[in-house]
């Protein structure tokens, strides 16, 4: 192991194997899903964990805001329609035209939402997130319209991204300034005020589930690397005793006791004691051994395969007996 990924877990020491030390070697394992395998690997996902909730919430967050500036600017077009000069106000249009050519609208964030890794609540808000924007989207398209039909739009190509709502006859039937008052009307009546009331409730609900995803999803992570932390104290209290001893971590998530000049009478006993500790603190640990009289013979690369073979018999042996109860 290199020196930089020497380290401690549970207050002892990780440095990595200096060279053949030992004539017994025991390789250890938390066997529940490959535990150990996971300590440095949870520390990345927590990290991708927390980049990933930040920008699930923004995602959110742009669900809003895309429909809070469709809703503002569809107003200040029907509101003010024309501009000093008297020309048409394309201003508004303009920015609406742009939101709508976006990727931030509601339907579009669901459909992202889902390809994320978001639970079913979380996505169920985005969904209903989008449905209330498309209603919304609806009225502010009848809206600018009604408006289109009073006053003509310059042929400004960028404004050719607004889709025009064929008008009722009844709606045509209506002089210019009726008509502008139903437009303005639309957009400022109860039910428009309902929809967007509605919209940033669920758009709340959504912020919140996916913080509450987080932090369950975090606890749970915590929970692994204390669990990891306990088995790291157990296997040096029970391995590494005296100078003839010592307990290393040898990757992120294995480590391995080397005991010199030891009987297998003592190894049975490390061994009985550990699994004592096992029960005491409610872990459940694979255990491999290997012993050679010379470590030379069959030399250490094999000493640890043997050692890695019999722990992962022993963790299958676990899972098989889980299986069955």
Known sequence: MKEKDAGKIGGHSTTAFAGPLAGVLLLLMIAIVLLLLRVNRNTNIHTRMMQDSGNYQQEVTDIQAGASLLTETAGNFALMP???????NVGPLMAFAQELGGDRRGPQVAERFRQYEVSREALGFA???????????????????????????????????IPE???????????????????????????????????NEVIVQCHKTIQEDFTQASQEIAGHIRTLRTAASCINECFNKGDN??????????????????????????????????????????VG??????????????????ADQHMYEQKKCVHADGAVR
């Not at 024309?82 to 048409?88: A, F, K, P, R, Y």
């Not at 006859?169 to 005020?193: C, G, K, Q, V």
């Not at 051994?289 to 395969?305: H, I, K, Q, T």
């Open 82 to 88: 024309l501009g000093e000069d008297g020309s048409v």
């Open 127 to 161: 969904e209903e997130s989008a449905s209330y924007t498309e209603q919304l989207l609806e009225v502010q398209l009848h809206v600018l319209s009604l408006m289109r039909s009073v006053y003509p739009l310059p042929p400004v190509p960028a404004l050719s991204a």
């Open 165 to 199: 709502i064929p008008l009722t006859r009844e709606e045509l039937d209506l002089s210019p300034e009726e008509r502008t008052d139903y437009a303005r009307s639309l957009i400022l009546n109860t039910d428009y005020t309902q929809l967007r009331f509605h919209l």
């Open 245 to 286: 001893c010592s307990c290393y971590r040898i990757g992120g998530d294995e480590f391995a006791a080397v005991i010199k000049g030891c009987t297998e009478a003592e190894i049975h006993s490390c061994l009985g004691h550990f699994a004592w500790t096992q029960e005491r603190e409610n872990i459940s640990v694979s």
């Open 289 to 306: 051994c290997a012993r050679a009289e010379n470590v030379l013979d069959p030399g250490f690369r094999a000493l640890m395969s043997q």
